[in-house]
């Protein structure tokens, strides 16, 4: 009993400096933030919204591509997740 009362004040100081000086750090980590969105790819459910093979096709795939991550870049995205394959099998 007389170990916890002789360090309480201690204890309570360093307390105080921990939470105190982790506010000051908290702004610089914002940086880092992922913000993602997740487009699947599987049957045309995200993109592409038209299925084919030829260039015509293909140019309208990159375009709708380039528009979509054009919108997602005016609203602050920095990253983009594919769902390539839907059999879990990708190596």
Not at 34 to 56: E, F, K, L, N, Q
Request: hydrophobic share 45%.
């Amino acid at each position: 009993m007389r170990f916890i009362l002789r360090h309480l004040p201690l204890f309570i100081f360093s307390l105080f400096h921990l939470f105190a000086f982790s506010a000051f750090g908290a702004d610089r980590f914002v940086k880092r933030e992922v913000r993602g969105v997740w487009m699947a790819t599987v049957y045309g459910i995200d993109w592409p919204s038209t299925t084919g093979y030829t260039v015509s096709i293909r140019n309208q795939q990159k375009e709708e591509m380039i528009r979509y991550l054009d919108v997602l870049q005016e609203n602050n995205f920095n990253a983009v997740y594919f769902q390539v394959r839907p059999m879990c099998d990708a190596f």
